[in-house]
């Protein structure tokens, strides 16, 4: 018993941490190899991956490069064409200039100073001696123009009381030689405040033959001319249309009494006050209010006042 127990202590014992000792080498090697194979396939994957990346850069550094190229192409070239484009506007603008040069010294040589005209027509010099009659008509053969009509006509209404430059043989003149119904209006109205009517009943009796024309327009037009007037004697010739079937007509007939009647035309308005048209009874209404407030002598005699508010107007600077 004792033998078997040394032969266990001297040999088997040992044999068994020879065993154990070559098991644990054996697995520690085999461990190592299987961590030596997992970390070269590691390494190889990186190196692999470090490749793929080096050659993604150099990619996109071609691609950089061409694109910042191509932008530059672009850019050089919208550049370029800009500049072109600058050159011709500079080069139009520098060709129009002369142009737009001599057409303002065009224009300031032939357009007329209108206040300088006033002022030629209302004065008489030694450099130019000639009747206001005479200057207006030059003026108006010149161009019988909507401006020259009204120059004449402003400068005709300056003149009302000057007898010494603009006499009434002058003024009868120049309404016999011009046919403007405006310019001879007006003349007639500065005649009618030296105390002289005969031109405005002329003016009258021209426009009077349009009440009478089917067409309702023209009695319309006739109506406007004869308000302009301001003057009493065109309410009796006005007075009729009142009673017009056009209620165009019977409105413009209205608004004409009112400019030229006085208190004894109320009457002639008052029949209209209940008229069926709303239009017409409030203006009825309204030009009864303005009559009554003038005597039976008022407008039988033009004021200053009513020939401003009906002259032609003057449009050019």
Not at 48 to 74: H, I, P, V
Not at 130 to 148: I, M, Q, T, V
Not at 245 to 255: G, S
Not at 266 to 276: I, R, S, T, Y
């Amino acid at each position: 018993m004792g033998n078997n127990t040394d032969f266990k202590k001297h040999f088997l014992v040992p044999a068994f941490i020879g065993a154990a000792f070559t098991y644990g080498v054996h697995c520690l090697t085999d461990n190592e190899a299987t961590q030596l194979a997992q970390i070269s396939a590691l390494e190889n994957r990186i190196l692999d991956l470090e490749l793929l990346l080096n050659q993604k850069e150099e990619e996109l550094a071609d691609a950089r490069f061409f694109s910042a190229g191509a932008f530059a192409a672009t850019s050089q070239q919208h550049k370029q064409q800009q500049d072109q484009q600058q050159k011709q506007s500079v080069t139009t603008a520098e060709n129009a200039l002369p142009a737009a040069s001599a057409s303002a010294e065009t224009n300031t040589q032939t357009v007329p100073d209108n206040q300088q005209l006033l002022r030629d027509l209302g004065t008489r010099s030694d450099r130019d001696p000639r009747s206001f009659s005479e200057k207006a008509g030059a003026l108006l053969a010149s161009g019988s123009s909507e401006d020259n009509i009204a120059i004449v006509s402003k400068s005709v209404f300056d003149m009302a009381d000057n007898r010494e430059m603009l006499p009434d043989y002058e003024l009868e003149s120049l309404y016999q030689q011009q046919s403007n119904p405006e310019l001879q209006r007006v003349v007639a109205q500065v005649m009618s405040t030296r105390g002289d009517n005969r031109l405005l009943e002329k003016q009258i009796a021209k426009s009077q033959t349009l009440l009478s024309s089917d067409d309702p327009q023209r009695r319309q037009q006739a109506l406007v001319e004869l308000g302009k007037t301001r003057y009493v004697g065109a309410a009796s010739a006005i007075t009729p249309l009142l009673q017009d079937k056009n209620t165009n007509v019977k409105l413009d007939a209205l608004l004409a009494l009112r400019a030229t009647g006085n208190q004894s035309h109320v009457h002639a308005v008052e029949a209209l006050l209940n008229d069926p048209d709303p239009a017409v009874s409030w203006l009825a209404n309204d030009v009864v209010n303005s009559l009554q407030n003038l005597s039976d002598k008022a407008r039988s005699q033009l004021a200053s006042a009513d020939i401003a508010a009906e002259l032609p107007a003057i449009t050019a600077p």
